[in-house]
Nanobody, 126 residues
Framework: QVQLVESGGGLVQAGGSLRLSCAAS????????MGWFRQAPGKGRELAAG????????YYTDSVKGRFTISRDNAKNTVYLQMNSLKPEDTAVYYC???????????????????WGQGTQVTVSS
C-alpha cells in the first residue's frame, strides 16, 4: 500500500522555523506528493502550498506568501515545506497530499488529491 509519511511538525515560538517533509513509501511509483494542506481548529482544510511535479511552479495561499517555501525531490519522491517566520495563526494540522496522476496546473481542491498523510501538528506559541 502507498503511504505518505510526514515529519517535522512540532511546537515552535513565533518567529521560528520548521521544515516539514512528506515521503511516499510502499508502491509509490505512480504516486506524486504535490501539496500541503492545513486545518486549524474549527476551520476547513485549505491548501497552504502546492508544487508542480517538475517543481517549476508553486502555489501559496496569501497568508503564507513570503514565509513558506515548498520544494520537491523527485528522486526521493518527497515534498518539503520550509516554514519561516511562523505566526500563531499558522497553528494547524498539516497534511501532505498526493495524486496518482499529475496535472498541468497545481490542484487546489481537497477532492483533487487521492492520498493523504495522517497529518502532523504544528503549534506556534506567541
Amino acid at each position: 500500500q502507498v503511504q505518505l509519511v510526514e515529519s517535522g511538525g512540532g511546537l515552535v515560538q513565533a518567529g521560528g522555523s520548521l521544515r516539514l517533509s512528506c515521503a511516499a513509501s510502499g508502491r509509490s511509483f505512480s504516486t506524486y506528493p504535490m501539496g500541503w494542506f492545513r486545518q486549524a481548529p474549527g476551520k476547513g482544510r485549505e491548501l497552504a502550498a502546492g508544487i508542480s511535479w517538475s517543481g517549476g511552479s508553486t502555489y501559496y495561499t496569501d497568508s503564507v506568501k513570503g514565509r513558506f517555501t515548498i520544494s520537491r525531490d523527485n528522486a526521493k519522491n518527497t515534498v518539503y515545506l520550509q516554514m519561516n517566520s511562523l505566526k500563531p495563526e499558522d497553528t494547524a494540522v498539516y497534511y501532505c497530499a498526493a495524486r496518482t496522476a499529475v496535472l498541468p496546473q497545481i490542484p487546489r481542491r481537497v477532492d483533487e488529491y487521492t492520498y493523504w498523510g495522517q497529518g502532523t501538528q504544528v503549534t506556534v506559541s506567541s
